[in-house]
Structures are given as C-alpha cells and as structure tokens.
C-alpha cells in the first residue's frame, strides 16, 4: 500500500484538511479492510477500479468513481475489486458544508454521487480532469480551482456550529456539549439542529469519534496499557472506553492489534 498526503492551499486550509491518495496493486490475497469513523466528510474519485462496500456478510454495493463519503456513525467493510487508486479530499468536519447547499445529514453513512450534489454537468467536467491530469500536484490544482469558485456562491458556515466543532477539535471530543454551550437551553436546541444540516450527525456522536480517534493513535503509537489510554483519552474507565471502542470498531482493542482486516484503517491513523 502506498499512502501519501498533501497539504491544501492556504485560501482553502481551514476548511480541508487534506488531500491523500492511495495506490494499491491488486492481490487476490488481499482481506476486506474495516474503515473506521474519523469525524470528516471526503470526496474521492477512483482512478482505476472499483470498490466494494459490503452491506452485509456477503452484499455488496460499488462505489461511484467520483463520490462523497458523509459522515460516518459506523464501521464498515470495503475490498478492491482490482487496482486502486485514489485521490481523495478530507474535509473537517465543518468544511464541506461551505461547498453545498445539501444538508449534511442526508449524507451520513452513504456514498453519493458528486453530480448529485454539484449537477450533472460540472460533475463530469471535474471527473474528467481528474481522471486525465498527468499526476497528483494537477489533481490538487484542479479540485482546488473547483473548490474556491464554489465557496464565492455559497454562504459560510454558521458561527455556533464552527465555535462547537473547534472546541470538539482542541480537546479531542472531549469537551462536554453543555459545558461549550455555558447551559443555555435555547443554544443547545438551535445548534443540534443547524450541526445535523451543516456536519451531518450531532454534536455528541463527533465528540465520541473524535475521542475514539485520540485513543485509536495511542493504541497505534505502541501504547498498550489500555487503563493509561482510557484515562488520557479522558474516558470515564477502562470499561467505558472498550466500550466505545466494539461499539464503533466491532472488536476490542486488543482484537485490533494486529488485524489484517485493519491494516488500511492502521495505514490511516498512523
């Protein structure tokens, strides 16, 4: 697996995170990969061959080549049904909502098309250049030349929204909603429903990703002593945080270590 990211342009690097692409060389050996929640919505487009996402044990749907991932409230499996090779953007988690004028939660947990959300026509035409670009530097060129002529026709971010998920940010989900919100009632109602039109879950599902992804990197980072990374990761115990953890994941943390089933997910988080 070859795994690479890219810083985005200034203009546009409070709202992506970063670009990535991924090359991998097809091996009828290969095992289904479990992708984890991470808290961002991503548009990727599939250079060569398509992608599996299994709906069951053994149904599958394919990915579109050009697509949007929404947010993620829970793991799934996905296997190459030949050569991949992506180029992807990650957005944070309040980024793509300054591109599109669909809500957000429409988009949780499924693949959509890119003509859907941008028309059939532009669509095609950035397919097509990513498609046909001569390599990754043209790629970020292009979707970024895209990205900024949206972000002049749409309107930004609502403030309460973005003052929550920073927060979220800065302490690894962590910070409680009520806490963010200095208790005002009225705030809190006004948020949940503008933070499922503009990220696509609620506040306390980012906060749980968030958190499980703090936790996920210690794990990774040979931190083992699951007891240290549950109270760093400022789970309540152990318990809670193995919880957590089957609850997003499937398995336990220990069960993860080592999982060929896993190995993209660890491609990623390290």
């Known amino acids: 697996m070859n795994y690479q990211t890219f810083q985005p342009h200034p203009d546009l690097s409070a709202l992506v995170k ?9 091996d009828p050996k290969n095992q289904k990969q479990k992708i984890i929640p991470d808290g961002c919505i991503e548009m990727t487009f599939n250079l060569e061959d398509g992608i599996k996402r299994y709906i069951s044990e053994n149904e599958f749907v394919i990915h579109p080549c050009a697509m949007v991932m929404g947010q993620r409230t829970k793991s799934y499996f996905i296997e190459p049904v030949g050569n991949v090779n992506s180029f992807a953007i990650c957005f944070y ?12 939660e429409d988009l949780v947990d499924v ?29 970020i060129e292009i979707i970024e030349t895209f990205l900024l002529n949206k972000l002049n026709q749409n309107t930004t971010i609502e403030n309460l929204v973005k003052t929550t998920v920073d927060s979220l940010l800065a302490t690894n989900g962590s910070n409680p909603i009520h806490q963010i919100l200095k208790d005002d009632l009225s ?4 948020l949940e429903r503008n933070f499922r039109k503009q990220i696509g879950i609620s506040p306390k599902q980012l906060g749980k990703v968030l958190r499980l992804q ?5 794990l990774l980072n040979d931190k083992e002593n699951l007891t240290n990374i549950a109270y760093e990761s ?7 945080f193995i919880k957590d953890f089957k609850e997003f994941i499937g398995i336990t943390p220990k069960e993860f ?7 993209l997910s660890t491609l990623f988080y390290k």
Not at 93 to 104: D, R
Not at 214 to 218: P, R, V
Not at 234 to 240: L, M, P, V
């Open 257 to 263: 270590l080592g999982n060929e089933n896993m190995a």
């Open 187 to 190: 705030k809190r109602r006004q």
């Open 214 to 218: 703090t936790a996920l990197k210690m």
């Open 93 to 104: 988690p309040y980024g793509f909502a300054n591109f599109v004028s669909t809500p957000l």
């Open 18 to 26: 970063f670009y990535w692409t991924l090359e991998v060389p097809f």
């Open 234 to 240: 400022e789970y309540f115990d152990q318990a809670h």
């Open 111 to 139: 693949e959509t098309p890119i003509e859907n959300l941008f028309g059939e026509i532009p669509a095609k035409e950035l397919e097509q250049k990513i498609i046909q670009a001569t390599g990754t530097q043209e790629r």
